[in-house]
Structure formats: structure tokens, C-alpha cells
């Protein structure tokens, strides 16, 4: 079957320090995957999504940025973190031309910064 | 542009008591449709989904779901509620169908359970 996992679960930043995010899924190949920032009373943002190694596509402008260095393996970076970057960030994958676009959630990493 | 609309922010309904969260969206065609439930600091689980056929879905948890394509609704429903279904649920649509599946999330229902 397939997991997601995530790491750190959670994390104190102070303004102006790096980050990374990072998300990995198992049990399945070349899956799309998706970083969304959870702030709360808004919802869900989609931040980035990426059909395979080396695709990002980024749905938000903003100081974060997304690389995919592996088939499974999606990272979530800034190099000078904002107040407002604050939240709760989930990592999601869904199957590759499946067409149903069912998505599966990370158990997410909450993320304050100072 | 599509939207997904969940108009009550927070419900609060008795333990045993039935529940129906409400969820409109615009789009053109019909889309793919979905309820995720998510427990305080946890990620989204997927309740049901919605892609054709029977308009009426079930799910986990004993939850189901109806699409009225004429009120462009999908309103989440269980018959008896149990205090462990407190928690927040999202409606989501998926308005292209296709592999890069990109969902669009209403803001969410706070479920309270009373005793």
C-alpha cells in the first residue's frame, strides 16, 4: 500500500532563516505531487505541484520555492522565511493519468515563525 | 473561475443527532467531486468521492454524499453522529479531470459534537 510521510512534523523558524520541507511517498511510481499551505480560516492554498522529476509548476508567487530531486521525493524550500509563511503545510500525491484526481494527504508539518 | 462554497463555517450538533454539511460549486461541466475530513493537527483524509453514475456515494466512516447537478450541490450527510466525527471537513471539486489533477478546496465546516 502506499504512504506519505513528512518531516518535520513541526517547526520553529525566526523570520529570515532558511527552510525545507521535505515529503516522501512509497508504494507507488511517478505519482503527482503537491505542496498546500493551510492558514487558518482559508482553507486549503495549492503552493506547487509536479508531474515528475524535475517539473514544478508554482500556483502562488511568493518566496517559496519546490524541487522534486527524485521520483518520490518532493521538497518545500525557502532561503528567508516571512512572518506570514506561518502555517500548516500538507504534502498530497495523487496517481499519474488516472483522471480521477483523487488526492492523498501527508499527515502535514506545522510551521511558526518569530 | 471555479469555486467551491461551504456556507456554514462552524456546525455544532449533538452526539446521535443526524448531519448534513452543505457544499456548492461552480463550474461548467460536471466535475469530479470530493469530501476530505481532517482532526486537529492531522492531514486530510479522503471520506468519498464522486465521479459519475449513482448520485448518491457512500463512504468511511458511515458517511454519504448526494449530487444534485441542478442545485450544483454535494452536501455530506450521516444519519447519527458519534463524538469522534468532530473535526473539519472540506468539500473539494477537481474541475479538470485529468492527470494533473489539481483540486479546488472550500474553506471548510467545523464540526462541534455535543454530548
Known amino acids: 500500500s502506499q504512504t506519505i510521510h513528512q518531516w518535520p512534523a513541526t517547526l520553529v523558524q525566526p523570520v529570515g532563516s532558511p527552510l525545507s520541507l521535505e515529503c516522501t511517498v512509497e508504494?507507488?511510481?511517478?505519482?503527482?505531487l503537491y505542496w498546500y499551505r493551510q492558514a487558518a480560516g482559508r482553507g486549503l492554498q495549492l503552493l506547487f505541484y509536479?508531474?515528475?522529476?524535475?517539473?514544478i509548476s508554482s500556483e502562488v508567487p511568493q518566496n517559496l520555492s519546490a524541487s522534486r530531486p527524485q521520483d518520490r521525493q518532493f521538497i518545500l524550500s525557502s532561503k528567508k522565511l516571512l512572518l506570514s509563511d506561518s502555517g500548516f503545510y500538507l504534502c498530497?500525491?495523487?496517481?499519474?493519468?488516472?483522471?480521477?484526481?483523487?488526492?492523498?494527504f501527508g499527515p502535514g508539518t506545522r510551521l511558526t515563525v518569530l | 473561475a471555479q469555486s467551491v462554497t461551504q456556507p456554514d463555517i462552524h456546525i455544532t450538533v449533538s452526539e446521535g443527532a443526524s448531519l448534513e454539511l452543505r457544499c456548492n460549486y461552480s463550474y461548467g461541466a460536471t466535475p469530479y467531486l470530493f469530501w476530505y475530513v481532517q482532526s486537529p493537527g492531522q492531514g486530510l483524509q479522503l471520506l468519498l468521492k464522486y465521479f459519475s453514475g449513482d448520485t448518491l456515494v457512500q463512504g468511511i466512516k458511515g458517511f454519504e454524499a448526494e449530487f444534485k447537478r441542478s442545485q450544483s450541490s454535494f452536501n455530506l450527510r450521516k444519519p447519527s453522529v458519534h463524538w469522534s466525527d468532530a473535526a473539519e471537513y472540506f468539500c473539494a471539486v477537481a474541475p479538470y479531470g485529468g492527470s494533473q489533477g489539481n483540486l479546488i478546496f472550500g474553506k471548510g465546516t467545523k464540526l462541534s459534537v455535543k454530548p
Open positions: 508504494g507507488t511510481s511517478n505519482p503527482n
Open positions: 498530497a500525491w495523487s496517481v499519474a493519468g488516472s483522471g480521477t484526481d483523487t488526492q492523498y
Open positions: 509536479s508531474v515528475g522529476i524535475g517539473q
